[in-house]
Structure formats: C-alpha cells, structure tokens
C-alpha cells in the first residue's frame, strides 16, 4: 500500500556535545516568538552542562513544541527532541501525572479493541475524529478499493503522555499495541507518536498520514503550481534525509511550493507548548500563530494552502485570504 524505508540511522548524541553555535535558534518558532535564548534547545544544552537540573528550567522544557526542527539544523545530531522528553520525565508534575495516568488506566481498563480485518490500519488522533467528513474522506482514499479500517484505539493518550513525559502504564500500553501487532502498513496523524511506533512495532510499515496522502496519485494530480503545500514538521524530520527527497520529488512533479526554509527544515505553522497541549493553558493567542504563518508566506505567491496536519487550518485562515485545505479534500473535484 505505501511503502517506507527502514530508519537505521544510529543513536543520536545527547547535550553534552552541544558546542552552543546556536543554528538551531534558526529554525526554532519559541525563539522566533520569545527571543529568549533560555527557552531553546541551545539555552537547555548548555544550562545542562553547567549544571542545572530539570526543576531549574521548567519554564524552557514545557515551552518546547516538539517540532523537531532543531534536530536537522543540530551539526552535532543532538537528540534534542529525546533531550527534551528525558527533562519532562524529570520533572514533578503530579496533577499532569494524575490526570494522565488516571485516563490511560481508564482506557487501559476497556475490552481489548479488534484486530483489523486488514493488514492495514489508520491512528487518526483525536483532532482528526472531530472532523468526521474528513476522517471518512482520509480513510476512503488510504482504503484504495475499500476503505481503511480506523483504529478503535488510535492511542491519543498515549500520544499525549509521550508529550508531557508520563510513564505509560504496561497494561495500557499493551492494550494499545497488541491490535497492531503483526500488521503490515500503519498510518499515524500524530508526529510524535509515530517515532515511537517505530521503535514498539519494528517489523510493520510505519508512515505519516501526510505521506501516505501525498503518495496517492489522485492526491498529486490535484495539486498545482501556486498551491503552497504545508508539511507537518514532526513526521518529516522524525525520517529528515529519506523525507526531504520525498517532498522534493513531490515539487517536482507538481510543481507546487512547500514550507521547507534553505536548509529544506519544515516551518511551523502553529506551535503548541506543553501546558497549552495538556489544555492547562489557552491555545496560542492569535499574535502567535500569525508569526508563524506570516513567516511561512513571506514574498510567495500562492492562490491555495494545502496542509498536511488538520490543526494548521486555523492558523493560516487568521492570516490569509487564500481557501486552506486539507490534503485528502484534493481528490474532491469540487476543490482541485
């Protein structure tokens, strides 16, 4: 159905070896918004180095969107990305501990969702189920002849708790993955968890849902030479060097423009801490999300925005009078 190297890129390095050239400052949205040099990976490397712990930079570890951006600009290949997750799990947070825990075990608690009748399955995530017209859309075009089975357990807690660095209880975990086991191909809307999917189910065909689209010939005949086509930046560099010559074939034959800087890095269109993803914070006020967005369509000329990830909607219709549009809505006449 779709296909996906193997990554056997060896471990990365951890912030030890940061040398502080701050090329990660680049392409990092919180410093874009903050200019505060505190709350980068650059500022938590080298607190780490002289010292500190995760209680004395709270405020930069729960910051951090998880983007993952800084880790192809990183000339060390720090695992910055893992540095960042170590720090949360460091850290004392019993009300986020509590709530999570408390809504794995729940989850954990349900009968035992069933094997899909195919060797295939989607892991929409919880923004995508809102949109049901889109959730069928997606799986209809994934499905080929038939339709793509959905995930009963899609894992969104589990996602969630990968975020804030909460232990994932073993009967809940196993509850999640044992459905999956043994299946051939495996479509994951959510970045984050998709790198970790592919450390727990080695042997299954694990891509993003913004690849498994934008593979689909339906999908590329629809896209044109003045569509901006934004990529969900946690799956692509999750898998940065075979991705970049995925989006860059994918350029080529369309034509259209993407959201990669100089150094082929996906901008974020909307960046989320950890608070506001744990919903004990507002969402990114409007400012925020218009710098990203603004940033992305500085000095392009462009008639449509086609996005990968669902959540990146609403940042650029605040700033923006082209129609956004989600990739699988491509294959519909009525927007191509």
Not at 15 to 35: F, I, T
Not at 39 to 66: E, F, M, N, W, Y
């Amino acid at each position: 159905m779709f296909g996906l190297a193997k990554n056997t890129s060896p471990p990365r390095r951890d912030y030890a070896s940061c040398s502080g050239c701050g090329l990660c400052l680049l392409v990092c949205p919180v410093w874009r918004r903050s200019r505060d040099i505190g709350l980068t990976p650059l500022g938590r490397a080298k607190a780490l180095q002289h010292g500190a712990v995760a209680a004395d930079i709270a405020a930069s570890i729960q910051s951090c969107t998880l983007c993952a951006a800084c880790e192809p600009a990183c000339p060390e290949d720090i695992g910055l990305v893992a540095m960042t997750l170590d720090l949360r799990r460091e850290l004392n947070q019993p009300a986020t501990v509590q709530s999570l825990r408390a809504r794995m075990e729940e989850q954990a608690a349900r009968p035992l969702a069933p094997r899909p009748a195919s060797s295939a399955v989607l892991l929409p995530g919880q923004v995508l189920r809102e949109r049901p017209a889109t959730l069928a859309r997606v799986a209809a075009l994934l499905g080929g002849a038939g339709t793509m089975p959905i995930a009963d357990d899609d894992g969104s807690d589990i996602a969630l708790a990968l975020e804030a660095g909460v232990e994932i209880p073993a009967q809940r975990l196993e509850r999640f993955l044992q459905p999956l086991r043994g299946l051939k191909n495996i479509a994951v809307a959510d970045g984050l968890l998709l790198r970790q999917l592919r450390q727990w189910l080695p042997r299954s065909k694990i891509v993003s849902l913004g690849e498994a689209l934008s593979c689909l010939p339906a999908v590329r005949r629809a896209l044109r030479a003045d569509d901006l086509y934004v990529i969900e930046p946690r799956a692509y560099h999750a898998d940065y060097q075979r991705l970049v010559r995925h989006y860059d074939t994918l350029c080529s034959a369309t034509g259209c423009i993407v959201n990669l800087d100089l150094q082929r890095i996906a901008i974020p269109a909307a960046a989320r801490s950890l608070p506001q993803r744990l919903g004990l914070e507002a969402a990114v006020g409007t400012m925020d999300d218009s710098v990203q967005a603004r940033w992305i369509l500085q000095g392009r000329k462009i008639t449509r925005i086609v996005v990968e990830n669902i959540e990146d909607v609403a940042a650029f219709e605040q700033v923006n009078y082209c129609p956004v549009v989600h990739l699988a809505d491509l294959a519909d006449d009525r927007t191509s």
